[in-house]
């Protein structure tokens, strides 16, 4: 059984399970906003997501990550390269607005992973700023550019979902921002570094609780999305008492991020009833 194992690890390393978070996103957003399938800029976004994460969790030195000595890594490198062509291709039939919002989005995970700033390496370095950062991205990425794929005007249910999104992430990265607490370093000057475990957990079910009851400032409520993300609120304050300093190997790299597409799948099922 230890090649299904090495098979999942590299699922995860590979960031094949994150693409397909942000993959469920998208089209939790298209449920939400009634926004057509749009097949090129779904796999322009997952195929894009494996070779970004890849590159900022890899190639921050950029001449380690071209000439990797690893053959695991190797493994990884490759299948960027690959993936990066395939969002290429489907990148190709994208609009104007959306290529713009991309730019946009992709200035700022550079300014996130490269040494561009005078006092800081990067704006993960820059104290506490990370999550903000990434949260922002996967809120642009996921509610933003089918939006904009979408010639839809931006009304105010679309700034509610963003900044629901964004909120969401924010709850989902604590996991993560407690599991490094052992391994980051200390000028890093992430939530618990600077606020403790409790208090960054404190911030995590606020930050649930703000996420739930924006719920009721759409102009447009329904059941349906009361329903979702009651359920979605009960399961992040779960997620926010268990998280731990010690967590099991694969509590936040794969149940935590799994979140997003348990998410689609509920709403995919409630679809039939509500």
Known sequence: ??????????????????AFAIYALLQVTGQTLNISYDYHLSFFIFFGSISCYNFIKYGVEAEKYILVANQY???IQF????????ALYHGYFLN??????VVGLVLLTGLYALPVLPKAKNLR??????????ALVW?????VLPVFSSDLSVTWDVGIETFQRFVLVLILLIPFEI???VYDKIELRTLPQRYGVANTKIFGGFA??????????LDELTSRAVVLKGVLFLILGIMMFVTKRNQSKYYASFWVEAIPILWWSLMLLLLKWI
Not at 79 to 86: H, P, R, V
Not at 96 to 101: I, L, M
Not at 125 to 134: A, E, H
């Open 96 to 101: 104007f607005d959306v290529w713009a919002g």
């Open 139 to 143: 809120a642009g990425a996921t509610v």
């Open 79 to 86: 299948l960027s390269f690959i993936t990066l062509g395939f």
């Open 73 to 75: 890594q190797k493994g």
């Open 179 to 181: 599991r490094d607490l």
């Open 208 to 217: 649930t609780l703000v996420f739930f009851f924006s719920t009721f400032l």
């Open 125 to 134: 370095s820059w104290g506490g700023l990370k999550i903000f950062v990434v």
């Open 1 to 18: 059984m230890k090649w299904l194992k090495r098979i999942f690890d590299f699922y995860l390393d590979a960031s094949i399970h994150v």
